[in-house]
């Protein structure tokens, strides 16, 4: 099996039945580079998948901002505990590397923040659509996995959610690990109020509610900033907003919405590799 091409081990893993249950699945890891048009730049991507499954099943999907953290994250450990107690089912992870543009490409799309971050979000947003989904379509040769979701870390959490709120038909769900949910569109010297908070405007003023399930973390000691001093960080406050404006959007808890705040958890890669089990099996639990 050595010899088999990448997308040939996910066409075998996803077709074949393996009667060998006292056998240890690995996760296999492989680094593709995609020449992005919309970027202008060459976009790693680790892929990892399980090398064999006793389990004729289709293959889920996750997409990963951020995926230059993986080795910090223990993911790859993670996903190879998970699929060995059955507790997740069979799911190829694309993790995508950001680079020196990440403050540029990450963020809402076709709305920078007061200091225009975020101004080729629009740009990254293309690149998943048009370019990384059907590459990932191509090496598979799946055209339609069980489960999509895309998920990220502080602003790559809020661009992952940015991103999926705009597309439902092409994510199934969405998480965001400490999203950078405070991302405003005015100063706070410059009379800046809550209605500057972009994403909680998106949300807002969407008309119809994306067919989304969203998972959402944030940790006690994420930040130590309390804008409105009322003794909670805003990380959080800016969350439960969040969630706030989804429960107004029709979004139910905990059907749509599933909200994990850890205490003592920090905004660093140590705390969500602690939580990502948790999303794992929320996203493709049995």
């Given amino acids: 099996m050595k010899n088999l091409t990448f997308a040939a081990l996910i066409k075998l893993n996803t077709e074949m039945y393996w009667n060998l249950p006292e056998m240890e699945i690995a996760i296999a890891e492989k680094n593709i580079t995609i020449k992005s048009e919309q970027l202008k730049r060459d976009v790693t991507c680790t892929l990892l998948i399980p090398q064999e499954t006793e389990f004729v099943e ?31 089912k069979p799911t190829l992870v694309v993790a995508i590397h950001a680079d020196e543009e990440r403050l540029h490409e990450y963020g809402t799309a076709g709305k920078p923040d007061f200091k225009k971050r975020g101004d080729k979000a629009g740009l990254y947003t293309d690149f998943i659509k048009t370019e990384l989904l059907p590459a990932i379509y191509k090496l598979t040769g799946i055209e339609s996995f069980e489960t999509t979701a895309f998920a990220g870390f502080s602003l790559g959490g809020l661009s992952a959610l940015d991103i999926a709120w705009h597309n439902p038909t092409l994510f199934d769900k969405v998480g965001a690990f400490s999203g950078s949910f405070w991302w405003r569109s005015k100063d706070l010297s410059k009379g800046y109020t809550d209605n500057d908070r972009i994403m909680h405007s998106i949300i807002k003023n969407t008309k119809e509610k994306p067919d989304l399930k969203i998972w959402l973390q944030t940790g006690t000691k994420d930040e130590t900033a309390d804008r409105n001093k009322n003794g909670i960080i805003d990380s959080i406050d800016d969350t439960i907003d969040l969630i706030k404006e989804l429960e107004n959007k029709g979004f139910k808890r905990p059907e749509d919405i599933r909200y994990l705040e850890m205490f003592g958890g920090s905004h660093d890669t140590t705390t969500w590799a602690k939580a990502m089990p948790k999303f794992l099996l929320w996203a493709f639990g049995r």
């Fill in 58 to 88: 289709p293959l889920n999907l996750l997409l990963l901002n951020d995926g230059q953290e993986i080795q910090s994250l223990e993911l790859k450990e993670t996903l190879e505990e998970l699929t060995n107690s059955q507790r997740i």
